[in-house]
């Protein structure tokens, strides 16, 4: 959108009210920029900036209602600049010129596309209906097809009595009367408004329908669809890109209707043609793609590409969290357990259909997160399985106890059995491609029997923690293992904590590296220290300590990690990563301050806000994600969650230099177009007089290994030049290293000497 929260803001009534739901007119007006919010939700807004910004901030592509659906409302050329919001249709052809055994196939054809992936329906949408010169067979035909239930029927004719016949005898199906042009659009146009329908609009060119579409304006239609089909398919894909851009680029919402491609017009009956063509105009840009007709063979690849064209790219693909009977499972079989996260659903339930053992899947809310991601992340852990429980009611559901966990985080059965102690938790495979023999041959049956009969009896259990209670930093220090020094040739450096220098956070002591978490499983101080050494070695200045989520014993693992590395590389300086805030609480009280001030990582601005009120009360630095909970859309987006954390912590007493902001660093592989947004945002802090920081190597995530380095060593290059004053990288990348001290040159961090990159 042209219109910028700021600009929205100029003409805001600056009251604060909160009646709009946003806690200040900022907030209001950033929301209304990236139109989560009309307008017209704040009820002090005058009617001169309503009226003016009504139509600033409309996108410039109208939203057209098909049915059930919504196509149109686009706002953006590419899905990786904005979401695309409305996923375009399919349909498939009934003609007059087709015998009766055709048409009946073809209609049985239809009826049996239609499955479930990911949680969406997928199915023929539409079905067009097109006039080869029987007005009255073509008047059944049209009945036919709209007897098809969920279908949207597609009116094609030229012919203003046929389409006025046709129209009136399936209105109630609210079809969409396809052929006006330049010769017929008066009266077709009559029809479809009487009607209340949408108008397909053609032309024998761009020019000619932008004529035609100007003058059904002026008469005051503009429930319309623009039919770009052309008769080449070189001119019909230019006609559906110039249609777009002109609306969303030029600002021309002459040309701002969605669009409809007829494939069966361009291929000949060509099957093959028409699927590859098919899959072109899905990307660009078809509405609602015409086919001959689609069977599975043609649906699967096209459905499945539709659906990654048009999820969100901020929001990962995932499953509605419940109970999923895999091979007419029932009460009585037994449980595997796992995330949302589609891929992961799909490969899970996919090998379990393979195994042909009756099998509930139990698919949990993890954000959209794969397993071990989410486990790190505090997303999937005891205490979120608990409460899946608890919602879903799932003791009183299913009578079998036997609990499957991913294998990847076995670590979790002992916390899981300890807050669902009836259950008998059972350590899956690690790949999913392993579930088939685990389960044929009866492993899970053996180790849920095992576990039952290993359980320790009620009485003598000892009673939990409270959760709430004050930490006994006293006995967590008491419990841990003894801290030994060994040399490992590398000594920490004290470093000026005025120094302009860019700061460099290690992030290889981290929970998803099996060998650290194995470390970390039977605090085994060797992996550890390794690593350690290694990244002092490189010229880390503080190394990130990620425990995971740590339930059962975070505040002991923090405290052993704090002390072991301190203790070991002369009180090295570190970022404490963890969803366990008591356990960086008591990560905090063993930390020696001397090289610089433990790191809190990390908060945002909205579930884990909190972190900032911890890293407040014990005079710490808090990485602060510029996001709630998702990732910000835009850089308004990002400047409002930004503000609202530095609000927070320098009402609690915090330096604003005490917060560094990070804009979170986007995978260039799917999102390439954000890459100067982030870019922007760090020179938004740097312009504020903000720190900032991030995971800078995210943007590389998923391009081959040689390409990586080169990939982060330049980002990071050009964030430094745009303001970035840390990272979170691997300081054992050579060639990053080598940039970061050659831009401290260029920026005048660091005095110039010929040996600087030695130092």
Known sequence: MAVKGLDIFKLSPKKNCK???????????????????????CPYMSEEAVALLSEATAPPMKTIEVGTHKLGGETVMMRHEKTLVNRNLFAATLATDMDD?????????????DYERIGEREMVECVFVHDAGDSAKFVELCKKAAALPDRTVIIDTKDVDTAKAAVEAIKDNKPILNGA????????????????LVLGVSGKDLSELHDTVAELEKAGN????????????????????????????DGDRTFGYPSIVNLGVLCDHDEHLETALASMFVVKYGSIIVMDKIGYAEALPLYGLRQNIFTDPQKPMKVAPGIYPINGAGPDDPCALTVDFALTYFLVSGELERS???????????????????????KFSSTSVKKFFDE??????????????????????????DKLPEWNVVVGTREAVELVKFLRDGEHIKAAEAAAASKTPAAEKKEAADANAPLDFEKIAASIPAIEVVDMGVTYKQRDPESPKFVTIGERIHCISPVIREAMNTMNPEPILKRAAEQIKAGATYLDVNIGPAESNGPELMTWAVKLLQENFNNVPLALDTANKRAIEAGIKVYNRTNGKPIVNSADAGSRISYIDLAAANDAICIALCSADGIAKDNDERMMHCHHMLERGMSLGMEATDLWFDPLFLVVKGMQDKQMDVLNAIKLFSDEGLKSTGGLSNNSNGAPKNVRPIMDSALVAMAMMQGLTSAIVNPNDLRLMETIKSCDIFKNNELYSDSYLDA
């Not at 200040?24 to 007006?29: D, E, Q």
């Not at 042009?181 to 009559?190: G, P, T």
């Not at 503009?222 to 680029?249: G, S």
């Open 19 to 41: 009646e709009c739901g946003s806690p200040t007119c900022m907030a209001f007006c950033m929301k209304v920029a990236q139109g989560a919010v009309p307008i017209t939700k």
């Open 101 to 113: 055994a055709a048409i009946d196939a073809r209609i049985e054809g239809i009826k049996k596309v």
């Open 181 to 196: 042009n330049k010769d017929n659009f008066a009266a077709m146009s009559e029809i479809a408004k009487a009607a209340g």
């Open 222 to 249: 503009k429930n319309l669809i623009l039919d770009v089909t052309a008769p080449t398919i070189k001119e019909t894909f230019a006609n559906a890109v110039l249609v777009r851009r002109t609306a969303i680029k």
């Open 356 to 378: 042909k053992i009756p099998v509930n899947l139990l698919i949990t809310d993890a954000s959209g997160m794969s397993v071990l991601t989410a486990w790190a992340a505090g």
């Open 392 to 417: 879903f009611d799932i003791a009183s559901k299913i009578n079998n106890r036997t609990l499957i966990i991913p294998g990847k985080v076995a670590v979790m059965k002992g916390e899981i059995q």
